[in-house]
């Protein structure tokens, strides 16, 4: 292992240039909040620690944001543990569901990214993926007897569920045809990449945290350095964020975030292979199979719903922008529902009784100057939802969620 620096930084230094703001996906089930936030997660063994010469925190930032390569293609494996339970397969069953429609309908079409990434929340999955510039980009996620395909080039997208035959089609010409943007395939706000995932996490180090160089690693047979980050602040549930980065191109190659709580990591994504020449161009083609239906993406009933809606937040638009409370690791954003509706309960009409258990099973009752209110917990995304309708999350303790709820 080489002997590299370990120095700190904080504040502006730890955050690389040409980054999108940050923005908040807060859905009822913070299920969905952790699956819109985090995204994808592969698990990696690294094969030794090159000897690379020294390089200081500053500098491997500085890397990762100069960053031009444009060209890959790979293979990721991807595992979460959120810590989201089961219930016999509750929680899976009421995240796809969910995301269908607040109406609990199937009316969306099953090759919906909204829908069909979110089971991306749990679990592990393996992914192929390919890029060639800002505008072709391909995902596939692979299973044991079926394939999933997201595929963007210019300004068409393209989705295909091998298991249904199903193919969603969102056409960038006609405007408002274009929901999640014409320079990615996946929906906004869902990382894809562990170049993605490092970007959200650094946006984070504010003047907040400590980022040193811990080594070396050997990551799909690239030689990469270990870029830590630990929150300074008291109250995240954000233990450490390891990014290995290319030591010859600077784009991360794997993802690790561990929780303060301790245990196994939360979301641990990276490249099993990679590659960084020009993919083929047949990568980001496709002709609807014989027989598949298809689904235009103005059809699709509730396609541009947030994964983990429940219909509380239909008119989500009309409640304006959060709030946020406190800053770096520790910022909570709050925001009133819509006509301030509060937790969806048995009595509420089209609340599928499993959504109900699920709900009922990771909510924690709480009270305090604010009056009385629901937290939701992950390992990672914890939740207050107020019985007059506010809600506040974030990756913080529950004691912060209702120590913001008292201030406000």
């Known amino acids: 292992m080489a002997p590299n620096d370990s120095a700190e930084t904080t504040g502006t ?17 913070v299920a969905g909040v952790a699956a819109a936030t985090i995204g994808l997660v592969p698990a990696l063994a690294s094969s030794g620690d090159p000897d690379l010469p020294k390089i200081t925190a500053q500098e491997l930032i500085e890397k990762i944001a100069a960053s031009d390569t444009e060209q890959l293609s790979g293979t990721v494996k991807i595992s979460t543990d959120l810590g989201i339970p089961s219930m016999g397969g509750l929680a899976g069953s009421f995240l796809s569901g969910a995301a269908r429609g607040g109406d609990g309908s199937k009316d969306a079409s099953s090759a919906d990214p909204q829908a069909k990434l979110t089971e991306l929340a749990s679990g592990t999955h393996t992914l192929r993926v390919a890029a060639d ?12 007897t079926s394939e999933y395909s997201l595929i963007h080039n210019g300004d068409q997208v393209w989705a295909y569920d091998s298991a249904s035959n199903a193919v969603y089609h969102a056409d960038g010409k006609g405007e408002g045809k274009a929901p999640h943007g014409k320079d990615q395939a996946a929906p906004e706000g869902v990382p894809t990449t562990p170049k993605a995932l490092a970007e959200q996490a650094l946006k984070a180090a504010d003047g907040t945290t400590s980022v040193t160089v811990d080594g070396t690693a050997r990551v799909a047979g690239r030689d990469a350095y270990r870029l830590v980050l630990k929150p300074e602040q008291k109250g995240s549930t954000v233990g450490s964020i390891t990014v290995a980065v290319d030591a010859e191109n600077g784009v991360p190659l794997k993802f690790t975030l561990r929780p303060s709580s301790g245990g196994k990591a939360v979301v641990d994504a990276g490249f099993t292979s990679v590659d960084f020449g020009k993919p083929a161009a047949s990568s980001f083609t496709f002709a609807p199979p014989k027989g598949a239906k298809i689904t235009e993406a103005d059809d699709a009933k509730g396609h541009e719903k947030a994964p983990g809606d429940l219909g509380v937040f239909k008119d989500a638009e009309g409640a304006g922008a959060p709030k946020v409370i406190g800053k770096g690791w520790n910022s909570i954003a709050e925001f009133k529902t819509p006509g301030g509706a509060a937790l969806p309960s048995e009595a509420s009409k089209g609340v599928p009784a499993e959504a109900q258990q699920f709900l009922d099973a990771l909510g924690d009752k709480v009270s305090g100057t604010f009056g009385s209110g629901t937290v939701f917990k992950t390992r990672l995304i914890n939740a207050l939802m107020t019985d007059d309708g506010r809600i506040y999350v974030g990756a913080v303790t529950k004691d912060a969620l209702v120590a913001a709820a008292n201030a406000g």
């Not at 040409?18 to 996906?25: M, Q």
């Open 133 to 144: 510039g800002p505008d072709k980009q391909r995902l596939s996620v692979l299973d044991d």
């Open 13 to 29: 230094a730890a955050r690389p240039g040409r980054r999108k703001a940050a923005r908040y996906i807060v859905p009822v089930a």
